[in-house]
Structure formats: C-alpha cells, structure tokens
T-cell receptor, first 114, second 114 residues
Framework: AQSVTQPDIHITVSEGASLELRCNYSYGATPYLFWYVQSPGQGLQLLLKYFSGDTLVQGIKGFEAEFKRSQSSFNLRKPSVHWSDAAEYFCAARWGSGYSTLTFGKGTMLLVSP | KAGVTQTPRYLIKTRGQQVTLSCSPISGHRSVSWYQQTPGQGLQFLFEYFSETQRNKGNFPGRFSGRQFSNSRSEMNVSTLELGDSALYLC?????????????FGQGTRLTVV
C-alpha cells in the first residue's frame, strides 16, 4: 500500500543550527511530493513541492528539500533555524497523474531551543 | 487572491447531533478535498469533490457525507455524532487537473463532541 513515513516524531534543534527532517515513501512509482507546515490550531501551509526535474527544490521561509530516488526519500532542510520555525511538519505524497489523493506522514514536531 | 475559507472555526456539539461544515475554495479551483486530523490517526482523507461530483472517497462510515455546489463551495456533514468524531477538519482546494497541481488548505474547523 502507498505510505509516507516520517521516522522522527519530535526533533529539538538549537536556534541557528541546521535542520533536516526525514521523509520516505513506499510504492514503486515516484509520487509527487510535498512538505507542509502546521502551527498550533492552524491549517497546513505548503512549504515546497517536487514534481519532476531538478532534485533539489527551494521553498518558502528558507526551506529546501532533496529528492533521492534511490532512497525513496524527500528530506527537508534548512541551514539556520529560527524560533518561529517551531511547528509540526508534514510530508505528503500523491501518486500517479490521475486524481489521486494526498497521503500524509504522521508528522514531525520541531522544537527550537534558545 | 483569497485563500481557502472554512467556517465555522470552532464547533461544540453533543453526541447524536449532526453538524455541517463549509469550505470555500480558492477562486478558479474546482476540486475540494476534506481531511480529518486527530492526534492518534493523523491526517486521513475523507472525500474529494470535483465539479459537483464525488471523485474519491476515503474509508469513513456513511455518517460522513459531503456535497459541492456549482460555485465550487463544499459542505461536509456528519450525522449521529460520536465522541470519536472530535477532530480538526481540514479542507483543501486545488485546480483538480491531472498531474502537477498542489493543494492549498484552509485553517480548519475544530469540532468537539461532548
């Protein structure tokens, strides 16, 4: 079955340090891939997306993600974390070129320490 | 342009009652999807509507239903509410075409069943 895995439930990073959040997907075909961020009590905001082409994609708020087909991964990175980045991050995938739905990972809660 | 608007933001209902949630998509978007978010189950797909027709459906009981109007606005209805229906209900708007399109989410409706 199609699935998205985010292995880390919580991650704590010091302000100013670099960040990498992991995401892996299952199922043979390469899906369209997305990262969303959710602040408490809020909806999901799209950070970036990968459809095809360049495997390093840039997003909003200084985030980037790298698609690695060999590892079925789409990890999110940021070189220097700010306290305002504390939130929950969701990786999502959509398979096929048809009208398929988004499959979400369980999310990674990012805590930023001073 | 305006984003996805969900109303109301908060609801408190009693077991056995029914509830209707509303979602207005981004102008020009014809697809509206609904997701349920709970701490235990994460984000789960309920259903998708495109041009007033249900195009996809998740694995939820028949108590959960929806519809879409000619202006693409969508409503979701839950009948005979159960305590377990307490969740954040998120609506996502997209162009709905095949392939490389992204979904944009509203702020959600927080439903509490007591």
């Amino acid at each position: 079955a199609q699935s998205v895995t985010q292995p880390d439930i919580h991650i704590t990073v010091s302000e100013g340090a670099s960040l990498e959040l992991r995401c892996n997907y299952s199922y043979g075909a390469t899906p369209y891939l997305f990262w969303y961020v959710q602040s408490p009590g809020q909806g999901l905001q799209l950070l970036l997306k990968y459809f095809s082409g360049d495997t390093l994609v840039q997003g909003i708020k200084g985030f980037e993600a790298e698609f690695k087909r060999s590892q079925s991964s789409f990890n999110l990175r940021k070189p220097s974390v700010h306290w305002s980045d504390a939130a929950e991050y969701f990786c999502a995938a959509r398979w096929g070129s048809g009208y398929s739905t988004l499959t979400f990972g369980k999310g990674t809660m990012l805590l930023v320490s001073p | 342009k305006a984003g996805v608007t969900q109303t109301p933001r908060y609801l408190i209902k009693t077991r056995g009652q029914q509830v209707t949630l509303s979602c207005s998509p981004i102008s020009g978007h014809r697809s509206v999807s609904w997701y349920q978010q709970t701490p235990g189950q994460g984000l789960q797909f309920l259903f998708e509507y495109f041009s007033e027709t249900q195009r996809n459906k998740g694995n939820f009981p028949g108590r959960f239903s929806g519809r879409q109007f000619s202006n693409s606005r969508s409503e979701m209805n839950v009948s005979t509410l159960e305590l377990g229906d307490s969740a954040l209900y998120l609506c996502a708007s997209s162009l709905g075409d095949r392939g490389q399109t992204e979904a944009f989410f509203g702020q959600g409706t927080r439903l509490t069943v007591v």
